[in-house]
């Protein structure tokens, strides 16, 4: 095989580079389709939009195995039956599937699992997979579209194990060492808000029924979950039930003006493999991968530098007695906050900034316009 980086062989170029190595004496029957044995010719000719005439670099070797990008096609989107608005890109959901190390035999988990992207493409690899969410309608779908339509489409029903509704902060498992990997993309509230069972209110009596909450219409109350109490809580979850040795993958937004390092939220039991960015322009999303290299401690808490303590959601969803001059003592004292605290509310702050600085210049053009008339 003869290829070529940054540039293009014609099929007589490959052909006279191929008959070049009639020296090496290779002695049987070629087999294009089948072939024992594969050897490689391929020449780097740079980035440049014009290429040079001759290749900086020539690799020559063996072919030991084929990538799998031809499953960014198989799992491709706009083929699938069900979406929804978060549902992760075919590719990257591979790239995470990789990050967590997915192999037949393992047990992997995403606890937001939404129209359930990740619980594909970790089975595709081979492993066990099943998900859960706040959000039953999701999962659920409509009567023909739904995750357990997609499972079918990719024929992994022995992969798939299942899908559950509940509240990843009241949830039902027991303690053990339960699973291989995490992988999951946080609601951060850009098309999707995150929640958590609750009332905003907590002076507000609850609602009950005959003195319980087992109505056949009750829908339990929920309450905003702030970024920065997602991740914290998502790291002490991996840290309780994954195994030794057992990733944990998600996604971190934040604005990339007040993003630094150490932003990242860290615990005793959990170290940083790797930390990939997205970038969108002001805003970007961090692919953070982490494994736990030792046993976790009970009651030993998430370190998201100080911001966990706070009341983060009582500046946006409680009306605030303090004047603004107070409040600006206050806010000199406290430690900068990571770049992704109240995460949606500074990215929808920044969208109606931009909007009102073009209506500002679309008034000012229209005056000007008025003003040549005059």
């Known amino acids: 095989m003869v290829s070529a980086f940054g540039s293009t062989c014609s099929s ?3 052909i006279r580079i191929i008959d070049s190595f009639a020296y090496l004496g290779f ?17 780097d000719y740079g980035l440049d939009s014009v290429p040079p005439l001759e290749p900086f670099m020539i690799y020559f070797g063996r072919l030991i195995a084929s990538g799998n990008r031809d499953l960014i096609q198989t799992f491709n989107l706009k083929k699938r039956k069900y979406i929804g608005n978060t549902s992760m890109d075919a590719e990257l959901s591979l790239i995470m599937a990789n990050q967590a190390l997915a192999v037949p035999g393992k047990l992997i988990y995403d606890p937001f699992v939404g129209t359930g992207s990740f619980l594909f493409t970790c089975a595709q690899f081979g492993s066990f997979t099943m998900g859960s969410d706040i959000d039953g309608r999701q999962i659920r779908g409509q009567t023909d579209r739904s995750v357990k339509s997609n499972v079918e489409q990719y024929h992994l029903q022995g992969k798939v194990l299942d899908t559950l509704v509940f509240d990843i902060c009241h949830h039902p498992w027991r303690d053990n060492l339960w699973f291989d990997a995490i992988v999951t993309d946080p609601p951060y509230g850009v098309r999707a808000g995150a929640k958590t069972l609750g009332r905003k209110n907590p002076t507000k009596r609850p609602l009950t029924i005959d003195g319980t909450h087992e109505g056949k219409d009750y829908y339990p109350p929920t309450k905003p979950y702030e970024m920065s109490e ?7 979850f991996a840290a309780r039930f994954l195994v030794l040795g057992g990733r944990l993958v998600y996604w971190l937004p934040t604005l990339v003006d007040e993003y630094s390092s150490s932003d990242l ?7 940083l493999v790797s930390n990939s960015e997205q970038n969108f322009g002001q805003w970007s999303r961090r692919l953070v991968t982490m494994e736990k290299f030792k046993d976790n ?3 030993e808490r998430t370190n998201i530098h100080n911001v966990r303590g706070v009341d983060n959601l009582s500046s946006v969803y409680k009306k605030n007695d303090v004047n603004s001059n107070e409040a600006e003592t206050t806010n000199t004292k406290e430690k900068k906050k990571p770049g992704h605290y109240l995460f949606r509310e500074k990215y929808f702050s920044s969208k109606s900034d931009k909007k009102q600085i073009w209506t500002r210049n679309k008034d000012q053009n229209r005056d000007d316009d008025t003003d040549n008339t005059t």
């Not at 072939?35 to 391929?42: A, Q, S």
């Not at 997602?230 to 002490?236: G, H, K, N, R, T």
């Open 265 to 271: 939220p860290e615990h005793s039991s959990m170290r």
């Open 230 to 236: 997602v991740l914290s809580d998502l790291l002490e």
């Open 12 to 14: 007589d170029y490959q």
């Open 297 to 299: 401690i009970i009651g």
């Open 27 to 43: 002695k049987g029957d070629i087999d294009l389709k089948n072939p024992e044995v594969t050897f490689g010719v391929l020449e």
